[in-house]
């Protein structure tokens, strides 16, 4: 039990040691970790975006079908990923593909809902559409 909680502490130190350094990471492992922590800190931002928009989305009826197509999205995302990195499957590099993929689709996922549903919020806040201001 104590080489448990010791491989557990282990790897959790090497992880805050590996995310303290993601401005110049050196090795692999550390490009792995730093990749990783980005793409949680780029879902987490797309999670935000997406719970705001669907409450506004509830006054049109709308909800359902974002949050379904966003989650047709993740799908996507994860599928399309996969994909990319499969050519290095069994290398150390596959992670650090796999998440650098993750992260660029996942910030053209937030660009994409603020362009897309630009209109729509500013008629629910607002009462017109911005085409018209």
């Given at each position: 039990?104590?080489?448990?909680?010791?491989?557990?502490?282990?790897?959790?130190?090497?992880?805050?040691?590996?995310?303290?350094?993601?401005?110049?990471?050196?090795?692999?492992?550390?490009?792995?970790?730093?990749?990783?922590?980005?793409?949680?800190?780029?879902?987490?931002?797309?999670?935000t975006k997406v719970n705001?928009?669907?409450?506004?989305?509830?006054?049109?009826?709308g909800e359902k079908l974002?949050?379904?197509?966003?989650?047709?999205?993740?799908?996507?995302?994860?599928?399309?990923?996969?994909?990319?990195?499969?050519?290095?499957?069994?290398?150390?590099?596959?992670?650090?593909?796999?998440?650098?993929?993750?992260?660029?689709?996942?910030?053209?996922?937030?660009?994409?809902?603020?362009?897309?549903?630009?209109d729509t919020l500013n008629?629910?806040?607002?009462?017109?559409?911005?085409?018209?201001?």
């Open positions: 039990m104590k080489i448990v909680i010791f491989l557990a502490f282990s790897l959790f130190m090497q992880s805050c040691i590996a995310g303290e350094d993601c401005d110049n990471p050196e090795t692999q492992y550390e490009m792995n970790i730093c990749s990783g922590n980005e793409l949680t800190n780029m879902e987490n931002k797309l999670e705001s928009i669907s409450r506004n989305l509830k006054e049109i009826k974002f949050i379904k197509s966003n989650e047709a999205w993740f799908k996507f995302r994860d599928l399309h990923c996969e994909s990319v990195a499969q050519i290095y499957e069994t290398g150390s590099i596959h992670s650090l593909i796999e998440s650098e993929c993750k992260i660029m689709l996942t910030k053209e996922r937030i660009n994409n809902i603020d362009n897309d549903y630009k008629t629910i806040l607002n009462g017109s559409p911005s085409a018209n201001k």
